[in-house]
């Protein structure tokens, strides 16, 4: 779990990081541009994020390797014919040059390509490798682009430039994945012939849109709704949701394996939310603890959000939990599930629309259908897969006199 936390961390920080040199070379004009095809990126990169989840499910089942890539590079071809057709959209709804639309669109098929591997290495539970994967890519997305970027290249030359990183290190882990492999199927707990097809990526890319969704609404509709300077004030404060959101995420992703297998999942699952709210309420703890040096590190004027802080931590850490009840979810194709997040992702914009005006009734808002959303998802994943264990106990006993004979 730590080298789990530490390569995504790695991957991570480096694309903070990417931020800074793209604000100061490209200008605020063109760094607008930048951001805005950025954001296109990321939610084109959903089903990416779906396909590991599908692939290191059926993994953990015992699904050929060949198989399971096949199914990748189908989703691969879905994604670039689909990022292929909306680089004209993207470009007219963003004010963006089509260069600049494609760059960032193209990296889409890659993106499916390099989450094919990791689905692999995480069904695997090879976790120090995927850990190396994880950093990799983080790293060669960036580095292109700054090189770009400091060459006076534009957004568009810079997005493309991180697209050939993330390809190079898509066909470096196919190698890396392959010489670690089985030479068959690791014969999991359902290992069998039926292999889903990209219906279950869909359905499964439902899933992580419903949760980033939840983690970007609150934030966007307070650049549309509140005044400027309140604004800022909670996009300062957000940064305290997404470390607490993304910190954890090591834990999903090591004991994801373990809630796809149908005898494991329901400790695995009671296990990962657990883990979830200890260190939820340590990042809570954190957060009241260091929020007074808020002001000291970004300015006086960031000081109305300082007896906020923890609560923005205390939203980051409900996400969190609820990451992991969706991911127990994907693992137990009980998809179903998300409706629930889309309904909490309803009630928050209907009432920060209506009811809330102000920073602290947002985050009062965001909390609460945070809280609430997660723990509904929480109870209804245990239950689901206390189910599915018991199911398979008695699918086990009523097999076994078949195997004696």
């Known amino acids: 779990m730590t080298m789990v936390t530490l390569g ?96 960032s669109l193209v990296t889409a098929p890659l993106l499916v390509l390099l989450a094919t591997e990791q689905g692999l290495l995480q069904g695997r539970a090879r976790f120090a490798a995927l850990s190396v994967v994880l950093a990799a890519a983080g790293i060669a997305k960036v580095v292109p682009a700054v090189a770009v970027l400091a060459a006076g290249g534009g957004p568009g030359a810079a997005l493309l430039a991180g697209a050939v990183g993330t390809g190079v290190v898509a066909v470096a882990a196919a ?85 796809a297998n149908p005898a494991e999942s329901a400790s695995a699952v009671r296990s990962a939310l657990a883990v979830l709210v200890g260190l939820g309420a340590a990042l809570v703890a954190a957060a009241a603890l260091c929020a007074p040096v808020v002001p000291l590190l970004v300015g006086d004027a960031y000081e109305p959000v300082q007896s906020l802080l923890w609560l923005f931590a205390l939203q980051g850490a409900c996400l969190a939990v609820l990451q992991g009840a969706l991911l127990s979810a994907i693992a137990g194709d009980r998809t179903s599930l998300a409706g629930v997040a889309w309904v909490g992702l309803t009630v928050e914009a209907v009432l920060m629309a209506t009811v809330a005006s102000t920073m602290e009734q947002f985050i009062a808002v965001a909390v609460g259908v945070a809280a609430v959303t997660a723990a509904v998802v929480s109870v209804l994943a245990v239950r689901g897969a206390s189910a599915a264990a018991k199911t398979s106990r008695l699918d086990h006993a009523n097999a076994a006199p078949h195997r004696e004979v």
Not at 175 to 196: C, N, S
């Open 175 to 259: 190698l890396f994945v392959g010489r670690g492999e089985p030479r068959h199927p690791a014969g999991g707990a359902d290992a069998g012939p039926h292999i889903p097809g990209a219906a279950a990526v869909l359905r499964a890319s439902q899933v992580q849109l419903a949760l980033i969704a939840l983690t970007s609404l609150d934030l966007l509709l307070a650049r549309m709704l509140l005044d400027a300077d309140s604004a800022g004030l909670y996009a300062l404060g957000a940064v305290a949701t997404k470390v607490a959101f993304w910190l954890p995420q090591a834990v999903g992703v090591v004991l994801y394996p373990r809630m």
């Open 8 to 103: 995504a961390m790695t991957a991570n920080i480096a694309s903070y990081l990417l931020h800074l040199p793209a604000g100061r070379w490209l200008g605020p004009a063109g760094y607008g541009e930048f951001a805005s095809l950025l954001a296109a990126q990321l939610v084109l990169a959903v089903p990416a994020l779906a396909l590991q989840t599908v692939i290191a499910r059926e993994a953990v089942h015992g699904a050929d390797t060949a198989v399971l890539r096949r199914l990748g590079y189908r989703c691969a071809l879905i994604a670039a014919v689909v990022a292929l057709a909306l680089v004209p959209v993207v470009s007219w709804a963003l004010d963006t040059s089509i260069a600049g639309a494609f760059g």
